[in-house]
């Protein structure tokens, strides 16, 4: 920058995806380190945990985390310096509303929505319920308890509406276990999942008979055409020193993150300086990032990205349809 060059370091405690655990780490690095920039959190319970500290020290660095729970902070006070690294479910950029408008498409009247009872599926389902009636569709829902192994009986209860899709939970956690009993016991055939990854699909590909999901990257087409791509996945084999790549897992948490790092230098670059934090939000702002993803921020600092709808069929035939929100 000018004359001088800065060098980044990356600190990376691991939180467990506890609150209290995210807050002690938090405090560490804004306190000890002197940290300015914050990727994270991305769990809903986690910012919740954290933001009435990243209030009280508004303005003192710039946190961008991809939780959904940060977009309803934006506008009230201790705010100013809090961006979400992610795009939101709705909206009319939301990519929730584009992937429900997706399913309209293929002629879906009536979806099955089921969800583990946790603080992001009641957020998940408040956002979810307006969209499916705006757009045409019938939406039941059903909350299952955190560790459910058996999901027999939720199944059968939303089976008995005749739905044309199941949009089952958004972690593989519960996915995998999901979708192979609602094939195995011939209840569901056809899913369609916002947040989640290919792999309960294609792990089942000659059961189901659709399978739409939601990835901010379809990695193994995109890898064959964009040189960025390419290049990420070979620094990620080199870094593991691995000649494996996670394909099956939905790309979640590097889009929230990746591009947005070198985003930020770019911003700094704008702005002319490494610690105004103000200066460099508005110049984050003002940009369009083109990396692995096309990325800006809309006027409230929630970011608006390109992503993939992935349609896989009976056998493992798949489509891949690019989204671009306006």
């Not at 919740?48 to 961008?64: A, D, E, H, R, T």
């Not at 992937?99 to 089921?114: E, F, S």
């Not at 702005?271 to 921020?297: C, F, H, P, Q």
Request: aromatic share 12%.
């Amino acid at each position: 920058m000018g004359d001088k060059t800065y060098k980044l370091q990356l600190i990376s405690p691991d939180t467990r995806g506890n609150p209290q655990e995210a807050l002690i780490q938090l405090k560490r690095m804004v306190e000890q380190d002197n940290a300015r920039y914050v990727f994270g959190p991305f769990l809903t319970n986690v910012f919740n945990g954290i933001q009435p500290y990243v209030s009280q020290n508004n303005g003192k660095f710039l946190l961008m985390g991809g939780a959904t729970s940060i977009r309803f902070q934006f506008g009230k006070p201790g705010a100013d310096t809090l961006m979400r690294t992610w795009n939101h479910d709705a909206g009319p950029n939301g990519f929730g509303k584009l992937m429900v408008d997706y399913l309209r498409k293929q002629g879906v009247k009536k979806v099955a929505m089921l969800f583990i009872n946790d603080a992001f599926s009641k957020v998940a389902v408040d956002m979810y319920e307006p969209i499916f009636k705006d757009l045409g569709i019938e939406l039941q829902i059903e909350l299952f308890e955190p560790g459910t192994k058996d999901f027999s009986a939720p199944l059968a209860k939303l089976a008995a509406g005749k739905p044309d899709f199941l949009f089952p939970g958004y972690t593989d956690a519960v996915l995998y276990d999901i979708v192979r009993q609602a094939t195995e016991t011939g209840l569901f055939k056809r899913f369609f999942l916002v947040r989640g990854s290919m792999g309960p699909g294609l792990k089942n590909k000659d059961l189901i008979d659709d399978y739409v999901a939601y990835l901010p990257k379809y990695f193994e087409a995109a890898e064959k055409n964009e040189p960025k791509v390419k290049a990420f996945v070979a620094a990620y084999k080199a870094f593991y020193n691995t000649q494996d790549f996670p394909y099956d897992q939905a790309p979640l948490c590097s889009s929230s993150c990746y591009d947005h790092l070198y985003m930020l230098v770019e911003a700094m670059k704008r702005a002319g300086t490494v610690d105004d934090v103000a200066k460099v939000k508005k110049e984050l702002m003002s940009m369009t990032y083109n990396g692995l993803w096309n990325i800006r921020y809309d006027a409230t600092g929630e970011a608006v990205f390109d992503f993939d709808a992935v349609h896989m069929r009976k056998g493992g035939a798949i489509t891949v349809t690019r989204i671009e929100p306006k």
